[in-house]
């Protein structure tokens, strides 16, 4: 008898926690559909960059696929109608809005965001609390209550079946087990919480269960507009529920892992760096090979800059087991950068108009991210301050940073994605002085003064060998190294709870020492060490070019989508977002990162 390889003993899952995935259904076409509620009935495409970023499910229906360009998806349905979706502001708001929704209903303020329009809630505690109130004898007629300190905040449920679909077997109330019994409070929840979204005009999907990796597999079960609750009590179910996934499908296996992985099972050399991405391999194939085993993954796996622990990690997510915990809300972002992308722009005054745009956009978001209403009585206190509008900045960011990237190699003289190269200098205090509306015309003066004064000069400097002919494919400014704002202090403010506010604010900041130091990133594995971009809003605005005709397209290697030769730089930044995001939320698995 074949004796168990130690090597290979499974790891065991983390059980106690409640977790909630939500995943907004269509997101831009919901926001686009809000605004003009006609669309709302007829199929509909988000243009972006000339490609198809989302449409609604009346498309789908139709047969229209998201990212696909737009002559493929005219050709599914002539009818489709397309709207453009290049101003990313409005999206950012909606999920800001519906964010803060979330957040209002967390107790422990475990609410993670991943991209613009999933969140993660952990709401373990609010279950615990739920659980010692139920009655065991009138479970049909049970009250969920949201406020320790409101009993009557609440709704009524019935504890006697799931809200939403399972997936897994119920037994039913006969079953008596604590487990069965906090997934089902969480489903109520799940629900109470979809239904208060769509008061606010916007419908999700969303998944139950014990881990964030969990939760995100089984949300995306019952789609759109549905929620699953993931009922594996025990540890053979949830790695029967993994088996049946593929490899590429697990959050934190990337590409190049499920290639690496693929090519073991299989027995077949692949080519990391080939542009295709079909995955065959099952979870299931992976994790019960032979061959396969935590020190193996590790060696398989290694390579320049991988992460140590990459095997053990790998191997939990096979298993099913992601121990990561929902980060705590932040108030505030770490940075916030605009960034556009552009075809090579020569001319002053194409870079003065550029830069104009983008610190226009900048000054907005600011204004968004780090304004808070002043409830302060009495006269304003500091310079930062306006009465009128009654508004104080949450935290000050103390540095503005200018990043560019040529926008063709200087060696073959195509399209690339690297070599950015950045100058950063501290953020001018008249930034800051004014609260006022960023369209008004003291915003406007703002905005020429700190290009004129701050950004050509630091645009000179980065590229001063050269006069003219500067080639630019990028342009990136970014304000970073926030610091919390006095404020509270000098106004009487509860100081305890500015207290807590300012280590809230700082705790996650990361502080560069960067004083007109220009930093040169040499690839793109390396080049997000100038991008911390959790919260940044790193996404692409880029002016439509309409290039429906051009159907030379590549399969992304991240994630396995044709998109057409042109989008695909712009594609590629929608994946390093969110991997580094992932890489801050502890999910990312080292140079294989990207999903
Ligand atoms: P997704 O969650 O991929 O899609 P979705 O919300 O539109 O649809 P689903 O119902 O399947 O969840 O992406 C969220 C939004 O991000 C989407 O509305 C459009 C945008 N997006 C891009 O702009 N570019 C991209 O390459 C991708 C993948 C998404
Ligand atoms: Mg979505």
Not at 122 to 145: G, P, T, W
Not at 236 to 261: A, N, Q, W
Not at 484 to 491: K, L, R
Request: charged share 25%; glycine share 8%; aromatic share 6%.
């Amino acid at each position: 008898m074949d004796l168990p390889d130690p090597k290979r003993k499974a790891p065991r899952a983390r059980q106690d926690r409640v977790i909630l995935h939500f995943d907004l259904d269509c997101f831009y076409a919901q926001c686009v559909e809000n605004k003009q509620p006609s669309l709302k009935t007829l199929p509909l495409g988000i243009k972006q960059k000339g490609i198809i970023a989302t449409c609604n499910y009346v498309a789908r229906r139709h047969g229209v696929k998201k990212l696909t360009t737009i002559a493929e998806a005219k050709k599914a349905c002539p009818d489709l109608v397309i709207v453009e979706g290049e101003d990313l502001s409005p999206f950012r708001d909606v999920s800001k809005r519906l964010y803060s929704l979330l957040r209002s209903y967390s107790w422990n303020a475990k609410i993670e965001r991943l991209g613009l329009d999933e969140v993660f809630l952990d709401v373990s505690d609010v279950v615990s609390y739920n659980i010692e109130l139920l009655n065991k004898n009138a479970l049909h007629q049970s009250y969920f209550c949201l406020s320790p300190s409101d009993p009557e905040a609440g709704f009524a449920f019935d504890a006697t079946s799931f809200a939403g679909c399972v997936h897994g077997r119920d037994n039913g109330p006969s079953d008596d087990s604590v487990l069965r019994m906090r997934l089902l409070l969480g489903s109520h929840l799940a629900q109470y919480l979809r239904f208060k979204i769509e008061e606010e005009g916007y419908t999700s999907s969303c998944g139950i269960s014990t881990s964030k990796l969990l939760a995100k597999l089984a949300g995306d079960k019952n789609k759109p507009r549905n929620q699953t609750t993931l009922l594996a009590l025990g540890q053979e179910e949830i790695l029967s529920f993994m088996d049946g996934h593929k490899l590429r499908k697990v959050p934190g296996i990337g590409s190049k892992i499920t290639r690496v992985l693929e090519g073991f099972v299989l027995g077949k050399e692949m080519d990391l760096d080939m542009h295709s991405m079909e995955c065959f391999t099952t979870v299931g194939q992976v994790r019960t090979h032979p061959g396969i085993s935590p020190p193996a993954l590790e060696k398989l796996l290694s390579g320049p800059g991988s992460e140590r622990g990459l095997g053990n990690k790998v191997w939990a997510l096979l298993h099913g087991v992601d121990d990561t915990e929902v980060k705590p809300a932040r108030d505030v972002p770490t940075q916030i950068s605009i960034e556009d992308t552009y075809k090579g722009l020569n001319e002053p005054q194409e870079i003065m108009r550029e830069l104009l745009t983008l610190t226009a956009s900048l000054l907005r978001r600011m204004h968004i991210d780090l304004l808070e209403d002043d409830d302060t009585p009495g006269d304003a206190v500091g310079g930062t301050h306006s009465t009128l509008a009654r508004k104080r900045w949450l935290a000050y960011p103390k540095t503005i940073r200018l990043t560019t990237r040529p926008y063709t190699s200087p060696t073959d003289n195509k399209p690339y994605n690297w070599a950015r190269v950045s100058r950063s200098c501290a953020l001018p205090g008249f930034v800051l002085n004014s609260t006022n509306n960023p369209s008004s015309s003291s915003a406007e003066q703002i905005v020429n003064r700190l290009v004129t004064e701050t950004l050509l000069p630091l645009f000179h400097k980065l590229n001063a060998e050269k006069q003219r002919g500067w080639n630019i494919g990028l342009i990136n400014v970014c304000v970073t190294n926030m610091t919390g704002t006095d404020g509270g202090v000098a106004s009487g403010r509860d100081i305890a709870t500015m207290f807590r506010r300012q280590e809230d604010i700082l705790r996650d900041f990361r502080v560069h020492n960067e004083d007109m130091k220009g930093e040169h990133s040499p690839g793109r594995g390396q080049d997000n060490d100038d991008e911390e971009s959790q919260d940044s809003d790193t996404w692409d605005h880029h002016d439509a070019h309409d290039l429906d005709e051009d159907l030379d397209r590549d399969r992304c290697s991240l994630c396995g989508h044709f998109i057409p030769r042109f989008a695909m730089l712009a594609h590629e930044r929608y994946h390093r977002m969110d991997a580094d995001r992932e890489v801050q939320k502890g999910w990312a698995t080292g140079p294989f990162q990207y999903r």
